[in-house]
């Protein structure tokens, strides 16, 4: 695989709550030089990214990192978003629903926020560090049933990050029409092309430039 093919599967990140305006031009640029899939960043700069570079696809997310504000914030969350110019959404599940076991609760979630987010990208995120064996696959079942078109290992900021035998439990239990998007703590070429042979589309990394030079 080339570092070309790599980078084009990688959504470049920079979600941290102190990340500047010059930070997020830093990391457009990189977009634009390295050809990436996309640029990942906190809904703030969504419309300040667009004006400046509206050629760059915006992923941003919603309900982040924790996933546990209610429905109706993360669909106004998701209709900002994409009124600012966001193309791809990812969002995060409510897990406090998942351990009570209010899986009904969990799908609806994600279905709301594909209706709001028709026409573009979903992703979810099931933060998989707190999760079960069986509650990662049960929520393979879910994302595959509410219509999703990503599910997501991690959002980087739990205990843990994106592993390769959660990507391998991902693709064999989800839908036909769903991708794998794994992230949390991939900073090489090699782990980039380990998670991609295992079966992701994307990959969300803030290591696009250090890829980019191996």
Not at 54 to 66: D, M, N
Not at 188 to 202: I, K, P, Q, W
Request: one cysteine or more; proline letters at 3%; glycine letters at 6%.
């Amino acid at each position: 695989m080339t570092t070309q093919e790599i980078l084009s599967h990688i959504d470049h990140t920079q979600l941290k709550a102190f990340a500047t305006w010059e930070d997020i031009e830093k990391l457009c640029r990189e977009v634009m030089e390295f050809h990436t899939a996309s640029v990942c960043v906190p809904p703030y700069y969504i419309e300040r990214i667009h004006k400046n570079f509206p050629e760059i696809t915006i992923c941003t997310v919603v309900g982040f990192p924790l996933g546990y504000s209610c429905t109706e914030a993360k669909v106004a969350e998701t209709k900002k978003a994409i009124e600012d110019g966001a193309e791809e959404i990812d969002m995060v599940i409510n897990i406090c629903a998942v351990k009570n076991g209010e899986y009904d609760y969990v799908e609806q979630d994600i279905r709301a926020l594909r209706e709001a987010s028709k026409g573009k990208i979903l992703k979810v995120i099931i933060e998989t560090c707190y999760l079960t064996e069986e509650e990662k696959i049960r929520l393979c079942q879910i994302v595959t049933d509410a219509g999703a078109d990503f599910i997501k290992t991690s959002t980087g900021f739990g205990t843990a990050g994106a592993t390769l035998p959660d990507v391998q439990l991902f693709a064999a239990n989800i839908g036909p029409d769903v991708k794998i998007k794994a992230a949390g703590g991939i900073r090489t070429r090699v782990d980039a092309e380990s998670y991609l042979a295992a079966g992701c589309s994307r990959i969300g990394s803030s290591s696009a430039e250090a890829i980019s030079k191996e």
